[in-house]
């Protein structure tokens, strides 16, 4: 599903992405995408200790083939719409 924003990230060696959280989910998984090109992504770690957070960088990190330090949460860390960063390869 996020093939189209794969393509991206190779070509530009980054991407902004909005992304909607659902924390607590049986599974780490894209759902959907609405749109307004918003991600929809179920999270299985709780919405305490900044566990959700962790989760989603490192489901991204997999997803994108970068390393976790290489995705940023611009915006919205304390809700459920985020904006993030994702920068390819071994850049930072």
Do not use: C, H, W
């Amino acid at each position: 599903m996020l093939e189209k924003y794969q393509k991206t990230l190779e070509k530009s060696g980054e991407i902004y992405l909005r992304v909607r959280v659902r924390p607590g989910a049986g599974e780490n998984a894209v759902k959907d995408i609405l749109a307004d090109e918003t991600v929809k992504v179920d999270i299985a770690a709780p919405a305490e200790n900044n566990r959700a957070n962790l989760a989603l960088i490192k489901f991204f990190s997999r997803e994108f083939l970068t390393p976790p330090e290489n995705i940023k949460i611009l915006s919205g860390a304390g809700e459920r719409l985020k904006l993030l960063k994702i920068i390819k390869g071994g850049k930072k």
